[in-house]
């Protein structure tokens, strides 16, 4: 079983910069797709985009299309989310899920995610 833990999370102005890593351990999570989701206070935890097995295929969110940008190195064992020109609305816990299955099918769909990380506070100050 794997163990996902995210870092990097911190306190940032409007127009910042942060990058998030999210280490896995107990075993690789090579040869699945990994996501990066959101929770926002009040609000329901949503996606926010996901990298294929390969690391070749990345989509987002309209939201974050164009200022966010996922990774991983798998020599590493860790993905990561660049995120850039930050608002006040991407305020929220960030976590990182490893799919249960191999395909990009439903990569926005929680439930589709049997591993998920604790979660790292971003905080974007208007």
């Known amino acids: 079983q794997v163990q996902l833990g995210e870092s990097g999370g911190g306190y940032v102005q409007t127009g910042g910069s942060l990058r998030l890593s999210c280490a896995a351990s107990?075993?690789?999570?090579?040869?699945?797709?990994l996501a990066w989701f959101r929770q926002a206070p009040g609000k329901e935890r949503e996606a926010v985009g996901v990298?294929?097995?390969?690391?070749?295929?990345?989509t987002y969110e309209d939201f974050v299309k164009g200022r966010f940008a996922i990774s991983r190195d798998d020599a590493k064992n860790t993905l990561y989310l660049q995120m850039s020109d930050l608002k006040p609305e991407d305020t929220a816990v960030y976590y990182c899920?490893?799919?249960?299955?191999?395909?990009?099918?439903?990569?926005?769909?929680?439930?589709?995610?049997?591993?998920w990380g604790q979660g790292t506070q971003v905080t974007v100050s208007s």
């Open positions: 899920a490893q799919k249960g299955d191999t395909y990009l099918t439903n990569w926005h769909k929680q439930d589709s995610y049997p591993y």
């Open positions: 990298i294929s097995a390969s690391g070749l295929y990345t």
């Open positions: 107990g075993r690789t999570f090579s040869g699945y797709p």
